[in-house]
């Protein structure tokens, strides 16, 4: 646990958590330990924090400061921005899936809250009702983000390379769209 928080920071940060749809009904002394167990991480400008079609990485993130981009490769423009509150990665909370995009630090580089799937479990594990919840609500918003990225594929394959233009193309606009619902 994260014993050195200012009481304003475990506070900003139960009211982050308190807004993410897996632990919205979690009792407050789960968001307390939670907020506790998140580790800060600083990412430097281009810093590739998720590389797409890894396995292993156990970790969610939260955006703290700045903003990261979302992109299927490296030398696109990203398809969609997250900025302050939002959060990625919390499909490797529930199984060691397959990541389906690139993240990366935006710019000017983003401050990112950290929490481990081990030190969630660990959290969780004192309570089988509150651990099957968290994990039934992980599945119901991985089949979301699986539909929506089955909406991306299609966007994708559907595209004339030949032709293709970012800056004029509505399809990022459909790509940001198909991130929403997966939120």
Known sequence: ANDSLTPEELELRKRRLADVPLFKDLDSS???????????????????????GHVGEKEMYFVAKG????????????????????????????DNAVRSAYVRGSSKGAVLLVL????????????PDVEQRVGDALKLHFNRRESAERVLEHIESSDDDDDFDWEDDATPRKAAAAAKVAE
């Open 116 to 127: 481990d799937k081990d030190g969630l479990k660990n959290i969780l594990r004192t309570d």
């Open 67 to 94: 903003k990261v981009d979302v992109l299927m490769s490296l030398d696109q423009p990203p398809f969609v921005k997250l900025r302050l509150g939002k959060f990625f990665g919390e499909t490797a909370l529930l």
């Open 30 to 52: 789960y968001i307390v330990r939670i907020a506790q167990a998140l580790e800060r991480r600083e990412v430097a400008p281009g810093e590739v924090i998720i590389e797409k």
